[in-house]
């Protein structure tokens, strides 16, 4: 039903719109009783789908990554459509509105997305009130940066949000690798990175004292653009602050055997989905085998079917994230991973 009614109404909308027209048919109908409907047609509950990873205990590996509900007003609802775990975000201490429009494009004929969104929320005070509502699914907060911060203060701004957040999400991801914030990447070279993620980890002891909470899981997000010695870099780093995990990878710069017409490939922006997928596995299978499986990774970036999801599992992931190909396939994606998980296993 998605494919060949939902999703042909909603590309007849511009990629933003349909996005937001989205969020408010899932609110009203969630709100009007669909959610047992929703979770019924789409969500699996097997003990063998569970997983603890970074001492957290998911009911499924399949997440709904960060940028879907950037500022946390819809992850309870996610949840009926069977994900194990939502990421909210990107989030920023102040609100801004991202880059100007028109911001976000559909590569139909590569099954893809080109976004310069530019990190637009709403502010992360502004999604601790939403927060404090019961949760009945794992929440990981992505934090970042403003964009005027300038780099040598980008410390502050992730401090600030992720003490907003502490007490509210599940575990943390720090965002370094969008392109869409100027000079953001650079904050992966090794030296600010490192600097970076120590100040995190003392917040972290801090917060936890002063919250009298354990301490939260910090994960880092990556970009698929790394070189080979950035990913070594990025092993010795985790391995260093003792980070909890790594996220890969983000969305990617690189044009390379795009169908779709010029004028969109050549779109400035973060690249995502279908033509992403073997890149995305690439960086997942070096991390995983050069630091001989040290740290989880949660494996995200063209996964639009369900051998997509193995092939990121076998290559080392603990977790998967969708986005693009829930945009691309629908729901049902989640389901159909599960199942082919639980099938693998049996």
Same mark, same amino acid.
């Given at each position: 039903?998605?494919?060949?009614?939902?999703?042909?109404?909603?590309?007849?909308?511009?990629?933003?719109? *349909?996005?937001?027209?989205?969020?408010?048919?899932?609110?009203?109908?969630?709100?009007?009783?669909?959610?047992?409907?929703?979770?019924?047609?789409?969500?699996?509950?097997?003990?063998?789908?569970?997983?603890?990873?970074?001492?957290?205990?998911?009911?499924?590996?399949?997440?709904?990554?960060?940028?879907?509900?950037?500022?946390?007003?819809?992850?309870?609802?996610?949840?009926?459509?069977?994900?194990?775990?939502?990421?909210?975000?990107?989030?920023?201490?102040?609100?801004?509105?991202?880059?100007?429009?028109?911001?976000?494009?559909?590569?139909?004929?590569?099954?893809?997305?080109?976004?310069?969104?530019?990190? %637009?929320?709403?502010?992360?005070?502004?999604?601790?009130?939403?927060?404090?509502?019961?949760?009945?699914?794992?929440?990981?907060?992505?934090?970042?940066?403003?964009?005027?911060?300038?780099?040598?203060?980008?410390?502050?701004?992730?401090?600030?949000?992720?003490?907003?957040?502490?007490?509210?999400?599940?575990?943390?991801?720090?965002?370094?690798?969008?392109?869409?914030?100027?000079?953001?990447?650079?904050?992966?070279?090794?030296?600010?990175?490192?600097?970076?993620?120590?100040?995190?980890?003392?917040?972290?002891?801090?917060? *936890?004292?002063?919250?009298?909470?354990?301490?939260?899981?910090?994960?880092?997000?990556? *970009?698929?653009?790394?070189?080979?010695?950035?990913?070594?870099?990025?092993?010795?780093?985790?391995?260093?602050?003792?980070?909890?995990?790594?996220?890969?990878?983000?969305?990617?710069?690189?044009?390379? %055997?795009?169908?779709?017409?010029?004028?969109?490939?050549?779109?400035?922006?973060?690249?995502?989905?279908?033509?992403?997928?073997?890149?995305?596995?690439?960086?997942?299978?070096?991390?995983?085998?050069?630091? %001989?499986?040290?740290?989880?990774?949660?494996?995200?970036?063209?996964?639009?079917?369900?051998?997509?999801?193995?092939?990121?599992?076998?290559?080392?992931?603990?977790?998967?994230?969708?986005?693009?190909?829930?945009?691309?396939?629908?729901?049902?994606?989640?389901?159909?991973?599960?199942?082919?998980?639980?099938?693998?296993?049996?």
């Amino acid at each position: 039903m998605y494919k060949s009614f939902v999703r042909p109404l909603l590309f007849l909308l511009d990629a933003e719109t *349909a996005h937001h027209f989205s969020f408010s048919s899932i609110r009203i109908l969630s709100a009007f009783g669909f959610s047992g409907i929703f979770r019924k047609l789409f969500l699996i509950e097997d003990s063998r789908l569970e997983r603890e990873v970074f001492g957290i205990r998911f009911k499924n590996p399949v997440g709904l990554a960060a940028g879907f509900d950037k500022d946390a007003k819809l992850y309870n609802e996610f949840s009926d459509f069977g994900f194990g775990f939502i990421e909210i975000g990107t989030l920023t201490p102040k609100p801004q509105k991202g880059n100007p429009k028109k911001r976000l494009f559909r590569l139909k004929a590569d099954k893809a997305i080109i976004n310069r969104m530019g990190f %637009n929320n709403a502010g992360v005070f502004d999604a601790v009130e939403r927060l404090k509502k019961e949760h009945r699914v794992i929440v990981g907060g992505n934090i970042g940066k403003n964009k005027v911060t300038p780099n040598e203060a980008a410390a502050k701004d992730y401090l600030i949000c992720f003490e907003a957040l502490f007490k509210h999400v599940d575990y943390f991801v720090v965002n370094v690798s969008s392109p869409n914030t100027p000079g953001l990447r650079e904050l992966q070279e090794k030296e600010p990175l490192m600097e970076l993620l120590k100040k995190m980890k003392r917040e972290n002891k801090k917060n *936890a004292s002063k919250f009298g909470l354990g301490e939260k899981p910090i994960l880092l997000k990556i *970009a698929p653009d790394l070189t080979d010695d950035q990913l070594l870099d990025i092993i010795d780093i985790v391995k260093a602050t003792k980070l909890d995990g790594v996220i890969a990878t983000n969305t990617t710069i690189a044009r390379k %055997n795009l169908k779709s017409h010029l004028t969109l490939v050549e779109e400035k922006g973060g690249l995502s989905g279908k033509p992403l997928a073997n890149r995305s596995t690439e960086v997942i299978r070096f991390l995983a085998e050069k630091s %001989n499986r040290a740290f989880p990774i949660i494996g995200v970036g063209g996964i639009h079917s369900p051998q997509d999801a193995l092939d990121k599992l076998e290559a080392g992931a603990a977790l998967i994230q969708l986005y693009t190909g829930f945009v691309y396939e629908g729901p049902s994606l989640v389901k159909k991973i599960n199942k082919a998980i639980l099938e693998k296993e049996s």
